[in-house]
């Protein structure tokens, strides 16, 4: 981003960097990104020490509608006319902050798993190191703070933070920063016009020391936990979005995507030479979801585009993680396909909404060019049911031409984008919700063009998805070894090679004697089924046609179940 376009006029061609914070740096691999305490991501270089950046800026959108229908936003961007978030927790009775509580917090937490390793092992003595004494865990009971903020290892199980004893801090991946964050500064109001919602937000970015790995080598993640510390019931939690601002090297020819297969928005070179940055060998970014927000028990929707609605564990709870459902592309201009100066225009935005009213529409720049649709620009990853023209399992929809920004005829250009999660979740008051991403950096280094750099891109897109599915790197790290949230079908099942030709291979950890394994099509149909005794089997496949499956495993009480695609 280049220019400065929420709360102020614009002069063309000026240039404003975000609202600066204290901060801190994920520098362990391939990539270096700085967040800052209210967590804006502030500089992104990749490959580091190149002094080049596919991302210029990004954050959460957040917005919900009260009992009274009023709307509740936090939306940030570039905060110089004011922002939406604050450094540090919330008071559990007020769900408000003041400026001297989040002075003490305006800080982002950094710790080397190395360090949390010589710690357990005794290896420096009596000492502990201040990133480990330092370590967030606890609020300020004086302002009515959480006492359980960042995550730790209770040694002695007494619900308090005391290295002196053993405790010590729990990360994920070989590097993580830690920050904390809120939308209610007391008599300040957002940037963006909203009013609060009273969200406290705890962000753990991290990376993996996996350098043989080009895929972890090249990513970092973000694992979030919002909870709201209001007393509205936003049963209408319209959505959770993360917007961004990609320059992809020279910000000015840049093109955007969204892949709905793999569930992540992405940008990239779109006129084939990257000036004065990354040249002829192109680059792209994705921003993807790996695992989003909770769904409401019985909605009957299928949130996570598996095939099968409304899937509970073993309890009848909800286990029905959402899926991004829309993503816009929009113009760094001040018309109606331009940036968002409102609150009502960001919360349109997040819904797909542009500002005049009109909804998304496939094809060409989405504005008034076709059937409404939830997602810009999804080139050919939307083709087997059309989910972002109303399609789904049970009721496929015709396919829609290829749609990217070369068959839009599109002017490479400045370009953000913002991909939200679906409308009506429900965020009841002291409750939270969880949700993971991850920033893939691909650059392709034979100067063959725009495809060549994509297809970096999303080969490694596939290979973190299924380390996360997995939960397991090829370094031998676990992901969820820090903050504990539901525990999702993804990362009990796992299916390679997908998409599969003869064979299809399936693993998991079995609980029972036996387990049932059931296939099914794209229209709900079972088409196979057999028993098997071990976690871990391959199953013929040889007799399925080409095309979209869902393969189901019922072992007891829990069912897991996962898509696949039959080549």
Avoid at 82 to 111: E, H, R, Y
């Amino acid at each position: 981003m280049r220019y400065f376009y929420v709360f102020i006029a614009i002069i063309s061609g000026t240039h404003l960097s975000p609202a600066q914070s204290p901060t801190a740096t994920i520098d362990i691999n391939n990539v270096r990104v700085t967040f800052n305490a209210v967590g804006d991501i502030v500089q992104f270089e990749a490959p580091k020490n190149s002094g080049l950046s596919p991302l210029y800026a990004a954050n959460l959108w957040i917005a919900g509608m009260d009992a009274q229908s009023q709307l509740h936003l936090a939306a940030q961007t570039y905060s110089q006319g004011g922002s939406d978030f604050f450094a540090g927790p919330l008071d559990t009775v007020t769900a408000m902050c003041t400026a001297a509580m989040s002075a003490q917090w305006n800080k982002v937490w950094k710790i080397n798993k190395t360090m949390i390793d010589s710690f357990i092992l005794g290896l420096y003595g009596t000492a502990v190191p201040p990133e480990v004494s330092a370590w967030p865990a606890h609020g300020n009971p004086v302002f009515n703070q959480s006492k359980k903020l960042a995550p730790f290892m209770d040694v002695n199980n007494d619900g308090n933070y005391t290295p002196a004893t053993g405790d010590y801090p729990l990360i994920q991946g070989d590097q993580a920063l830690y920050f904390i964050f809120n939308d209610a500064m007391q008599g300040t109001p957002h940037g963006t016009g909203g009013l609060p919602l009273g969200v406290e937000v705890h962000g753990m970015a991290y990376a993996f020391r996996c350098g043989n790995d080009s895929a972890l080598n090249n990513t970092i993640f973000v694992s979030y936990r919002l909870i709201n510390r209001s007393s509205s019931p936003y049963q209408s939690w319209s959505s959770v979005g993360v917007w961004a601002d990609h320059d992809m090297g020279y910000y000015g020819d840049d093109y955007l995507g969204f892949d709905v297969e793999r569930d992540c928005f992405y940008a990239y070179n779109g006129d084939g030479y990257d000036d004065n940055a990354y040249l002829s060998n192109l680059a792209a970014q994705a921003v993807v979801l790996l695992r989003g927000p909770l769904s409401d028990s019985a909605d009957g929707i299928d949130n996570d585009r598996d095939c099968i609605v409304d899937e509970t564990d073993s309890t009848g709870g909800p286990m029905e993680p959402v899926k991004f459902a829309r993503f816009m592309s929009y113009y760094n201009n001040f018309g109606p396909l331009g940036n968002p100066v409102s609150d009502t225009d960001y919360y349109s935005y997040m819904g797909g909404i542009w500002k005049d009213g009109t909804p998304v529409t496939y094809g060409g720049n989405g504005h008034n060019t076709g059937i409404p649709c939830s997602f810009m620009f999804p080139d050919l990853s939307d083709q087997l049911v059309s989910w972002g023209t109303g399609g789904n399992c049970q009721s496929p929809q015709p396919p829609q031409p290829q749609w990217n920004e070369v068959t839009a005829g599109s002017t490479p250009s400045d370009r953000r984008g913002i991909a939200s999660c679906k409308y009506e979740l429900s965020f009841l008051p002291n409750k939270d919700q969880h949700m993971t991403l991850a920033y893939v950096f691909g650059r392709d280094y034979t100067g063959s063009g725009i495809q060549a750099s994509l297809n970096v891109m999303n080969t490694r897109v596939d290979s973190i998805c299924s380390y996360f599915n997995a939960n397991l790197t090829p370094c031998g790290m676990m992901f969820n070894t820090a903050v504990p949230a539901y525990p999702s079908f993804s990362e009990r099942l796992s299916l390679y090679p997908n998409p599969a030709g003869q064979n299809l291979h399936l693993c998991f950890d079995m609980k029972n004697r036996e387990a049932l394994v059931q296939i099914y099509d794209i229209t709900g149909a079972l088409i196979g089924k057999s028993t098997v005794r071990a976690g871990n089997v391959p199953l013929d496949i040889s007799f399925l046609a080409a095309g979209l499956y869902v393969v189901k495993v019922i072992d007891g009480t829990l069912v897991y179940s996962k898509k696949f695609l039959k080549q």
